[in-house]
């Protein structure tokens, strides 16, 4: 989980983000969490990785001559969440 890396402009990211703008209201109900409209994906994701405990550490590589931004789950914020998890997971099942 801690090695796996995503470039900011992942499908994945983008489609989390759409789906949160579009459910923005019902997102809110979530404690500390609102999902303005002008936010990017990479900020929302971030939103709910808080909401877990979770950070991202980040970092740009050059291809082809421009910037791309990667991303990965902060290894210390794993080790201290992962014997937690699993029993989140259970209770939601």
Known sequence: MVEVEIKGDEAMIQILAEFS?????????????????????QWILGQYLTQLGLSTESWRSLEDDRRVRYYRLNTEDVTFVQPVLPMISESLV
């Open 21 to 41: 703008k579009r459910n923005a209201s019902y997102v809110k109900g979530i404690p500390k969490l609102t999902i303005s409209l002008d936010e990017s994906p």
